[in-house]
């Protein structure tokens, strides 16, 4: 099992930039790939940005894509998000979630992101 504790969420203006990090614990050796969810009121849960656990592979929505970047710093079992030029339909609980080579998913508790227009 693998437990995840986001932060770095908030309140920003438009224009403005955040970063999130996740820190993993517990069972961090059997993870293979991390990424960052998002969810805006009454709207799905959908990808933000993927990491693999090497780092060498990394995927992004189209929505962030120039914006956004995802990094991961191995020795520190953290995965960060790095978000620039925000937008207000950005505004959303941002989730950090990791899967195990076996398949399990494992997410955070989730971090609030608004940023004002």
């Known amino acids: 099992q693998v437990q995840l504790v986001e932060s770095g969420g908030g309140l920003v203006q438009a224009g403005g930039s955040l970063t999130l990090s996740c820190a993993a614990s517990?069972?961090?050796?059997?993870?293979?790939?991390s990424g960052w969810y998002r969810q805006a009121p009454g709207k799905q849960r959908e990808l933000v940005a993927g990491i693999t656990t090497s780092g060498s592979n990394t995927n992004y929505a189209d929505f962030v894509k120039g914006r956004f970047t995802i990094s991961r710093d191995n020795a520190k079992n953290t995965v960060l998000l790095q978000m620039n030029s925000l937008k207000p339909e950005d505004t959303a609980v941002y989730y950090c979630?990791?899967?195990?080579?076996?398949?399990?998913?494992?997410w955070g508790q989730g971090t609030q992101v608004t940023v004002s227009s």
């Open positions: 517990g069972r961090t050796s059997t993870i293979v790939a």
């Open positions: 979630n990791v899967r195990a080579w076996h398949g399990q998913d494992s």
